[in-house]
């Protein structure tokens, strides 16, 4: 039986990405390298997703993988930080320092569809609908990213991680729905996305709903967040693995920058009161009056003019949409956004 070696001796910085690589063991088992990751995809993910798929025909139950453990492992190979072994409610990565940072796992692969002509689920491998035959079916791919806060404590606490590691697994092509991209995403938990998020929904929002803040991939309050990828492999239709990005081997982190404001025009918690609050923090005239999508364009055009910065105008985001609906609340951000 093999054993993956355990994290080097480390620096006493939170980065994980400079943490030393050793020749002592495989480096297919050896953390913090691309043969790792790809071995742990082929292993964890690949050979099970395929015996799920094989056994699916037989038993007609759904194709998924459960992939939220997976998507700590994976995490670990690639920050090259050990976890918590403790699963879901422990530190899901622990630091050199002592601190720790979370993972959030969203996996949009092989849900369920439902038949636009009777309303039957059809799961991913079938190509017609199983009670009516019909070609005509709706595939999902709305999964999302789940941060539950149940209390005072537990909303306290969002903003004691180093990071959130999002980890995304999603089709390349939505329609053919073969080649699979694995993400993750960087998250400073600190920062004003991020933290005037988690406050709004846990004041304004929680209070009326039981379900958890549900965090969609490349939507206006993710991409305020400034995300940063720091891993993305591309598992193709032979399952043969490219990996594209990986900490200091292949690529460079890439920060995810806020869309074309345009594009924002149709959000509802993008209002015209919010665009005018944007204009004035990035000190930009608009025209007197407009629809949204009129404002959003004058802005996008002083954008591009004034070659604002992406994490400027992640941060002008943020306050546009947060600040005002937050005025009674500072006492719940961290204390440097305070």
Known sequence: MWLPRQVGSATSTATPYN??????????????????????????????????????????????ARMGYVGQHLASVVTGFPGGRSGARGKDLILPDGGYSEIKTCYRVDQLGRCLQCAAGVASIEETCPLCGSTNIRRNDDSKWLIGIRNEEEMRGLFTPQRYYLVLFD????VSATDINARIYEVNPRDKGFAYCMVDYYVNIAPTSTAPFNLWPFQLKFEAMKPLLIYHAVIQSD?????????????????????????????????TEGIQRMAGILNAPLPPQG????????????????????????????????????????????????
């Open 291 to 338: 629809t949204k999508h009129r404002l959003l364009e004058a802005l996008e055009e002083h954008r591009h003019s004034q070659f604002w910065s992406d994490e400027a105008v992640a941060d002008a985001l943020a306050e546009a949409l947060y600040a005002e609906r937050l005025r009674e609340h500072r006492h719940w951000l961290p204390a440097e956004l305070q």
């Open 171 to 174: 089709f390349a092509d939505f």
């Open 19 to 64: 943490l030393p690589v050793t020749q002592e063991a495989s480096r297919e088992y050896e953390v913090g390298t691309v043969a790792a990751s790809e071995a742990l995809l082929t292993d964890l993910y690949i050979s099970l997703r395929s015996a799920l798929r094989r056994w699916s025909l037989v038993t007609k139950q759904t194709p998924q």
């Open 239 to 271: 399952d043969t693995i490219e990996t594209l990005v990986f900490p200091h081997q292949r690529g460079a982190p890439q920060l995810v920058p806020p869309r074309a404001l345009t594009e924002y025009a149709r959000s509802q918690n993008m209002t």
